[in-house]
RNA sequence: UGGGCCGUCGCCAAGCGGUAAGGCACGGGGUUUUGAUCUCCGCAUACCCAGGUUCGAAUCCUGGCGGCCCAGCCA
């Protein structure tokens, strides 16, 4: 079995391009592009839009280029390109042009002249209070700013002077003469440029000019040739602003812009602004922390890039704003890892149980396998001696109904070895539980005990042998399912996102593994081995998801 | 209240005039040396509502209702 073998589903984007194709619009290619701008760590709701801009390209046999959004300076960072790189590549998808905003800043500014002598632009010296109020209303009209009638060669003037750097900040803008009284507000002459004297990470201090998103967008992807341009639905309004540059400037690409449902996922947020407060209010370590919906965090966490492509898929495109349920995600992890993750036995909090009648000196090498259904994954040697160290939770003075572990004057299979009985509890004054005195059964191993049965099974780790390794059980950063809602999502921060156990026991076969390798551990979960905080005698293991429990306390 | 978009099972989602796919979740059987996995079964006479067209409507028309987005020199 393998993921994402099965036939795409139908969705309104593969139907348009399905229809293009059969006109032979475009010549037949499909370009399009994967537009961040550089200002965070890509998120799954990013995933999501990679997947199906890289994903329609793959399909169709065109191509799909990464494109860094780079039009304010302010926020955007050398370090953010890389990571988004970095994920992108990770995910699996290969870019077939790199390319940033910034790249066309010139071709850019040219046809930014050719609109001004076209009179489709203008110079405007108003504040942006000013620009606020002749806006107009969602119910009014705007109103004409006092210098949109400057006339064209003043207007050239001014924007090439602007350029040059003889103005200060935020002293003129260039404005789109389109429509002030049009009932879509993105066309009530929308400013196409401003002045910031801000050190681009890629310009540097070349410019102090920079374009609007919406007129960069639209221009860069007719210049890169591409023909579907796909984005988020609150970019529906802007179309006609899309369609309206590119309808005005000699250019001889338009690409069609088509928008679909960003990804809304309970108990996560995914906007960037959010995600970085969490960063630098230090609520989580940093943007690979695992707790956060980022790529770099999934990935540490343990997420493979096949599940999150599952995922992307499983969820579907279209236009309606839904909330994907967490269980949509985890089970694509559980599935992915139950099939391809090797298993493990780690005791999170343990117990000492001492096997009274198993020799003294004697240690056993049991051969486990790696996994139950599938031998071509090999074996492994676990030991086995008088002294094992079990889950504390699997041994019960006061067992609760149905508890099928082991309880005094009980029996319970030790896995891939014995079946052993509590015989007795050895209880410090306080009344805790100090360890087990238990006995063996030999004849147990690899068989089940002649005329009785004995339900339970539960992990162990051989006191001697096992080595200490710091498990990290992380659980959804938010305990409310649409932070995103709240009037401060920080205060649906989960309390209880982390909890951290330094005196676990792995089994010694794990003592070699290689950081960023995944297990699962028997009946607690899967975990990833971290790459950043093992050492080489103390292991740490980040749990990536739990495993299906139809028991529960 | 101007404009744009959306409304099919608890959550996603196919469906495109011929009589409701699939996934997740949930419930119940079976297998199991992981209360995991696997497996079998169940889960919308019904598609926001109301009219209409049609032999036939989730699909077409009309009118409602509900939700989301837009008034950055952010993207």
Known sequence: MSLNENQPSSNFIRQIVNNDLKQHKNNGRVITRFPPEPNGFLHIGHAKSICLNFGIAE??????????????????????????????SWLGF???KLASASDYFEQLYDYAIELINK???????????????????????????????????????????????????GQYVLRAKIDMASPNINMRDPTLYRIRRVHHHRTGDAWCLYPMYDYTHCVSDALEGITHSLCTLEFEDHRPLYDWVLDNIDIDCHPQQIEFARLQLEYSIVSKRKLNQLVTEK?????????????????????TSAAIRDFCERIGITKKDSWIEMAVLENCIREDLNHNAPRAMAVLRPLRVVIENYPNERVEYLELGNHPQRPEL??????FAKVVLIEQDDFAQLPPPKFKRLIEGGEVRLRGAYVIRCDKVIQAEDGSIIELRCSYDPDTLGKNPEGRKVKGVIH?????????????????????????TLDNFLDALNP????????????????TAKPGSRFQFERTGYFCLDEEDTQPDKPVFNRTVTLRDSWEK
């Open 59 to 88: 399909e169709y046999n065109g191509s799909c280029n990464l494109r860094f959004d780079d039009t304010n300076p302010e926020k955007e960072s050398i370090e953010f390109m890389e990571a988004i790189e970095r994920d992108v």
């Open 94 to 96: 290969e870019w077939a």
């Open 119 to 169: 009179g489709l632009a203008y110079v405007d010296s108003s504040s942006p209070e000013q620009i606020r109020h002749y806006r107009g209303t969602l119910t009014e009209p705007g109103r004409a700013s006092p210098d949109r009638n400057r006339p064209i060669a003043e207007n050239l003037d001014l924007f090439r002077r602007m350029r040059k750097g003889e103005f200060a900040d």
């Open 283 to 303: 609520h989580v370590t940093d943007w690979d922390d695992p707790r956060m919906p980022t790529l770099a965090g999934l990935r540490r966490a343990g997420y």
């Open 378 to 383: 090999g074996s492994r040697k676990v030991e």
């Open 460 to 484: 162990w780790v051989s006191e001697q042998h096992s080595v200490p390794a710091v498990l990290r059980l992380y659980d959804r950063l938010f305990s409310h399912p649409n932070p995103d």
């Open 496 to 511: 209880h996102s982390l909890e951290v156990l330094s005196d676990c026991r792995v089994e010694s076969s794990l003592a």
